[in-house]
């Protein structure tokens, strides 16, 4: 029995009325409150999106600055330790391959003992979830820390494993605005729905890419080509406008840390504006294109079939799936000694950062005319930027044999570095390999014309510079099937000059690329056999001829509206649906409506089996359409239903499965497993 306390009052009671009333000044904080409120009420009259997309861009450039100044501490320190051994060759070997080796294995171990979801590029998974499809916790701001600090040690790595940042920081702003995004429920006190969700995570990838290369307008082009097969209008503002709040941000900082004296471009360019190209020199940016475009089919081939391969061989399978730090260390220190300056690496200008190799193939001057004057081969690069250059020169060599030398070892070295199961991006190798392809063309044009392609009037030099910003656009936007990185180049070195034949060249390497292979991200899907929807390639007549009939799923299990206890007992025994199509009755398949899996558990639980003891007090009568909730169908496909339209509509509406009625009757249903199986055996035959 409880003790009464004085006052009549039990001490529970007396506990919560003195709680609640030793606060102070209870009338004043009222009124705080009240204040508060119709502060919240005036901020969020405009849309509170506008405030939590600029926090979102804010945040993701800040996190981006402060990741690219870390790396270029820790890239320091790795040339000053180079530096620092002397001459003892092989001192200077463990020092080049130990340092990114042990970096590297720390982003695999560390990323991968907090979250297995944190390797690779992220791009693919994120691809997957915008269709519909739930991949658990991939987005949880758990997997954010572990993300963010196996790509900083990644990409401290440097050239010598070759890989970017892009992919990666798309996932850690999609992690960022799903989180914001909770964050926007408490304080606005509203239901976050699926709708919601796809809009932050729309402009979180814009701001990805943004706050990578300063560049919002590609950032969000890029963004929709990459993610989207159908892209809602009403989302184009939140991405050019969380991209542009992060893109301002990146460039702010760095001006703030006297980086810069202004804003500009990332990888300021000096590129000739009054002349930048003859009109003859159109028929080598096409030709370019088109090398750009088979180098990339073949680098999706064998990329494609190198990542199957690592995962089918036993040994390399088995490293994966127990030692990955183990396998790390080994394609790492693989490609540090292959990169080993003294070594093979002196024909690859190995000693240069990611940036650096931008700086020096975008070099406005022709390198072939530059070679005879050179003064010094042997300068660190860093210390005089327009010296970069000379990097790849080599006494032995010519700057054509060094930029062919460079390109035979990193089309291998590019694909092994994919199957590291550590936080990295790929698109900046690729962009760095097409700036190479299309600086050994531009070379290559400026030595077969050294006064240009006209003979008569003034000379009109060729600019290889020019060559190599269409290179990196054209075979970058090969293996990802884009057409917005001819704008991206654009945008990171501030030239426009070449904007024209950029957009050619990169249309050229589309229309090969397209034709043969998928893309980087949807190679990487079927490897990883994610629930994705492939596209339809085929064209051609026939498929268009392919109906829902002949490949829809013929044996559901319905539920009859009159349903009882044994009924509903034997349709969840036969199948594991989350839904289930209920029709008129067994012997008139009209289709009424679908009833969930839990509606159907609270219905057994409610009712009793009719061989249970008398004893038991459930309801012993009641159907499933009298205590059942029937949502109603709102869309429904025809037998007669063609291939491409039920894709169209399965992309547009994310749908995961719809059901196939005859005049109003059930006859099948269409789920993303049978409509994936019909593209690839009837549209898409190998």
Known sequence: MERPVPGGLREEERVLVSEQSWRPCPEARRRLRGCLERVKRQLFRVGEDWYFLFVLGVLMATISFVMDLLVSRLYQAHRWLYQEVGDILVLKYLSWTMYPTALAAFSTGFSQSITPYSGGSGIPELKTILTGVVL???????????????????????????????????????????????????????????????????????????????????????????????FAVRDYWRGFFAATCGAFMFRLLAVFNSEQETIAAVFKSDLKIDFPFDLLETFFFVILGAVCGLVGCAYLFCQRRLLAAVKENRLTAKLLATDKPVYTVLVVLLLASVTFPPGLGQLMASRLTMKEYLTSLFDNRTWGALLPNASSLADPPGVDPGGLWQEWCHPSATIF?????????KFWMLILATTLPLPAGYF??????????????????????????????????????????????????S??????????????????????????????????????????????????????????RSRHMASYQVVVEEFMER????????????????????????????????????????VSRAQLVTFLQSHKHPQA????????????????????????????????QAHHLFELLKLQRIFVTRFGELVGAVSRVELRRAIEELANPK
């Open 555 to 594: 044996r559901l299990v319905a539920l009859a509206k009159g349903g009882g206890f044994e009924e509903v007992l034997v349709a969840l025994d036969a199948s594991a649906d989350a839904e289930y199509p209920v029709v008129e009755s067994a012997g008139s398949p009209t289709l009424v409506g679908t």
């Open 401 to 409: 044999g060094t930029l062919a030398f460079f390109l035979l070892m």
């Open 428 to 477: 900046m190798p690729i962009f760095i390999y097409g700036a190479v392809i299309g600086r050994l063309l531009g070379e290559t044009v400026a030595l077969l014309f050294p006064r240009g392609l006209r003979s008569e009037g003034d000379p009109r030099p060729v600019i290889p510079g020019g060559y190599a910003l269409a290179g990196a656009a054209a075979f970058s936007g």
């Open 136 to 230: 658990e916790d991939y987005l949880a701001i758990q997997n954010f820390g572990a993300k963010a600090v196996g790509l900083t040690c990644t990409l401290a790595c440097g050239s010598t494993v070759f890989l970017g940042k892009v992919g990666p920081f798309v996932h850690l702003s999609a992690m960022a605005a799903v989180y914001l995004g909770k964050m926007r429920t408490s304080v606005t006190r509203q239901y976050e729905n699926k709708f919601k969700q796809n809009e932050m995570l729309v402009a979180a990838q814009a701001v990805g890419v943004a706050t990578v290369f300063g560049a919002p307008i590609s950032g969000v082009l890029f963004s929709i080509e990459v993610m989207s097969s159908h």
């Open 479 to 536: 293996v990802t099937h884009t057409i917005s990185t001819a704008l991206l180049v654009c945008e990171v070195t501030g030239h426009l000059g070449h904007v024209l034949p950029v957009v050619l060249a990169v249309l050229v390497a589309n229309a090969i690329a397209q034709k043969h292979q998928p893309s980087f991200y949807d190679g990487t899907i079927i490897v990883k056999k994610l629930p994705y929807l492939p596209p339809i």
């Open 613 to 644: 003891p008398p004893e038991e007090k459930l309801a012993t009568t009641g159907t499933l359409g009298d205590n059942c909730t029937i949502e109603p169908i709102m869309l429904q496909l025809s037998p007669w239903t063609s291939l491409h």
